[in-house]
């Protein structure tokens, strides 16, 4: 018996390889389906199965492609309604695989047709529980993202999912190994382990969501707290991985078309593209083209364009190092953007060599932002929690993923200043508000942590977990 966790961090999300006896098995496997096909290649392997365990919405799953490269069956639980080829199993059906079985059970309460997958060894004794969003470590999967699906409020579905936890999962075995779809940074859940393995016992010992005398109510209550809008990409996502999707292969093609300035320009202004410019922020802030955006692949990239280009459909013109291109192209196709019609020719250098107009992010130190602090206008783009844990005291909160409702509350020509807690999102955020015509910014070198260290007077911190 074989187990691999792919696991991929700028999604925080992990894909499962299961073989035995050159049977192989693939759980939620990413848009680019090259990697599982050379690993079946290398074991000499044939794809049986590949099990989805509901439909995603914060990536685009590589399920379709590969079962048209392999002719392996898509499996879903039950109530799934997928509008391709696929299983639909009961709840308890079982699929061999080698020496091994795989156990299907219905854990609806994410979304309603969330499925977790037992693995039985060769002597039949339950081994891994492979949970999808049902169960993280240390958190549950939020129940608020399939509501329009479902017709059901998040308060209906928490409790479907408190009633699916305790039937189906805690009366297992605590030396069950836990193998979620999801680790620290996905927006799936909100309080999440950086591991992404544990024992189900230890799970039933700490997970908030797992305790032995907590009420239904208690649950829902809990589970429901605090939750964050989900991304605006996310049902998009959610429809591509019900209706299928247009071949990696072709994306990619269509991606990698190499511009000149001219063309890329011409391109800009033809298309209504969002011209992308994916170096670090360092760089961008040296030297950028003028309305451009400043997601860094040094980041949560993919994640970050979803929650701001929002729209899949968004045309896209990259701005990088060539040698970094292909692994852009692949990480948007995860997310579902997959119109990406092109790059710049030779990088920034190329643009600046064809004597092209070009824009700067004025910056400053933390140690100088000290000086002048107590009377400068500050704007803190962090997360809610990260703003009320600790924040300079006269800071204006208008968080990144907000930051077009917040247009109004930048000053119109008075100096302000950005920061986030490392740069990179107060770059972003720059770049959006430079793109609205607001140029009177300055970004904190460093953002809060900087700033921090600088010794800068701040509120007194407060743990994130007492939020």
């Not at 050159?22 to 090259?34: N, T, W, Y």
């Not at 994410?110 to 997958?117: A, L, V």
């Not at 000053?411 to 990179?424: S, T």
Request: proline fraction near 4%; charged fraction near 25%; charge should be negative.
């Amino acid at each position: 018996m074989k187990i691999e966790q792919i696991y991929t961090g700028c999604l925080a999300q992990g894909a499962y390889y299961i073989e035995s006896d050159g049977e192989v098995a693939i759980i939620d496997p990413l848009r680019e389906v090259q990697p599982y096909l050379d690993r079946l290649t290398e074991a000499g392997a044939k794809l049986s199965y590949i099990f989805e365990t509901h439909f995603h919405a914060d990536f685009v799953s590589g399920h379709v492609t590969l079962s048209e490269k392999t002719n392996a069956p898509i499996i879903y639980g039950p109530v799934a309604n997928p509008e391709f080829e696929a299983i639909v199993a009961e709840d308890g059906q079982e699929f061999n695989l080698g020496k091994l079985t795989i156990k299907v059970l219905h854990t609806p309460g994410h979304t309603m047709e969330s499925t977790t997958y037992l693995l039985k060894d060769e002597n039949g004794k339950d081994h891994a529980l492979f949970t999808g969003d049902t169960l993280f470590l240390g958190d549950v999967g939020r129940p608020d993202l399939a509501q329009k699906a479902a017709s059901m409020t998040q308060e209906e579905l928490a409790g479907i999912l408190f009633d699916s936890l305790r039937e189906k999962i805690m009366p297992l075995a605590d030396d069950i190994i836990v193998y979620p779809a999801h680790g620290a940074g996905s927006a799936c859940g909100k309080n999440m382990m950086k591991e992404t393995v544990d024992t189900l016992g230890n799970q039933k010992k700490m997970n908030y969501a797992l305790r032995a005398d907590m009420t239904k109510a208690e649950f829902v209550k809990e589970v429901t707290d605090g939750l964050l809008p989900p991304p605006a990409y996310f049902p998009m996502n959610v429809k591509l991985n019900k209706e299928g999707y247009e071949s990696i292969d072709k994306v990619m093609a269509k991606g990698l078309q190499a511009l000149s300035p001219e063309a890329f320009e011409a391109a800009a202004n033809e298309t209504a593209a969002v011209m992308l410019d994916i170096r670090h922020q360092d760089e961008f802030a040296k030297s950028h083209i003028p309305g451009s955006i400043f997601i860094g692949l040094d980041g949560s990239f993919a994640p970050w364009v979803g929650d701001l280009i929002k729209d899949v459909a968004q045309t896209i013109l990259l701005i990088g190092d060539e040698d970094r291109i292909e692994e852009a192209i692949t990480r948007l196709s995860r997310v579902g953007f997959d119109n990406t019609i092109g790059y710049l020719k030779g990088g920034f250098k190329s643009w600046i060599d064809a004597s092209k107009e070009t824009d700067t992010v004025e910056t400053i130190s933390a140690l100088d932002l000290k000086s002048i602090v107590e009377d400068a206008p500050v704007f803190d783009v962090r997360k809610p929690g990260e703003f009320q844990s600790e924040h300079l005291p006269n800071a204006v909160h208008t968080s990144l993923s907000e930051i077009n409702e917040h247009l109004s509350e930048y000053p119109e020509n008075e100096k302000f200043y950005l920061h986030c807690a490392g740069g990179y999102r107060s770059m972003i955020a720059a770049s959006i508000l430079k793109s609205r015509g607001i140029h009177n910014l300055v970004d904190v070198q460093g953002g809060f942590n900087a700033i921090r260290e600088a010794g800068l007077e701040t509120t007194d911190y407060v743990c994130p977990s007492t939020l």
